[in-house]
């Protein structure tokens, strides 16, 4: 099955700078990629996703980028502001009959004003 | 939130006893999951259907079993709650690729 590894487990950054966590993943018939972000106490937020047929994808202030060769994804944060600290998973999926995901093991992101 | 609940969003029982977990969803969608989450490994499928009396195996299903008899509710079962199924359990469901994630439910087993 699919195996997701994410890194690192934890960031800190200062308040305006970017943030970047990287994920690798094993199967390389996976073909979609979500990020969601985790506030404590609440459930995971789909933030933004990629598929296999586009290299980056961008949202304001957030950006994914995907390389199929190498097969890692990543997620880019710029300009970052104190309510982006919040844990933050990635998650891939291949092609399967329920769209199950794997989640790699999520990084904490503390930005610091 | 996608318009799915979960009850109760906490629990603390003891070891032996059954617990059943439920995940409400107001708008029809087909797929729905149950996932548990434990420092470190992220969120695990668990179970997961998609449709009424149709499900199947997550990733961790070893001590659970999942019932769908209406299309807005998925209930995950733990027959006899053991100290390692402490956790933080989320319910999901799927429009296409995309997952949506209900509030979670806090289980503590004694």
Redesign the interface.
Known sequence: ?EN?E?HP?TLSVQEGDSAVIKCTYSDSASN?F?W?KQEL??????II?I?SNVGEKKDQRIAVTLNKTAKHFSLHITETQPEDSAVY?C?A?YPN??????????TRLMVKP | DAGITQSPRHKVTETGTPVTLRCHQTENHRYMYWYRQDPGHGLRLIHYSYGVKDTDKGEVSDGYSVSRSKTEDFLLTLESATSSQTSVYFCAISVGYEQYFGPGTRLTVT
């Open positions: 099955g997701v994410q487990s979609y979500p969601y106490g609440k459930g995971p937020q789909l996703d598929r998973f998650a999926s009959a329920g769209n199950m995901l794997t989640f790699g093991g999520g």
